[in-house]
Nanobody
């Protein structure tokens, strides 16, 4: 399974970005996809997850109501729409995949993309 994340950048507080994660290398009918982030000096933390083909979403409390995770099945791509961004959202964002059952723990995900940097200025 290969994952390629993209879409990061610099945005002002209150702005929006959409991250994308192109997924290849398997069939994903029993996969769970997650977005995680890691700020400088901090542990990697869970942001959101979704079950393929696009149901059963779950969000961290810090982003609920502002971020939306979705799957474009035609393009095998997972999106993270981020609205009303805050400076504390600044981090490297990673997409990840695991089979069979969902998890909020980064260590439970065997497949990872390379990360994309999101910087939110105040």
């Amino acid at each position: 399974v290969q994952l390629q994340a993209s879409g990061g950048g610099l945005v002002q507080a209150g702005g929006s970005l959409r991250l994308s994660c192109a997924v290849s290398g398997s069939t994903f009918s029993n996969y769970h996809m997650g977005w995680f982030r890691q700020a400088p000096g901090k542990d990697r933390e869970y942001v959101a997850r979704i079950r393929w083909p696009g149901d059963s979403t779950f969000y961290a409390s810090s982003v609920k109501g502002r971020f939306t995770i979705s799957i474009d099945n035609a393009k095998n791509t997972v999106h993270l729409q981020m609205n009303t961004l805050k400076p504390e959202d600044t981090a490297v964002y990673y997409c990840a995949a695991r089979a069979d059952w969902p998890s909020l723990r980064p260590g439970d995900y065997p497949y990872w993309g390379q990360g994309t940097l999101v910087t939110v200025s105040s």
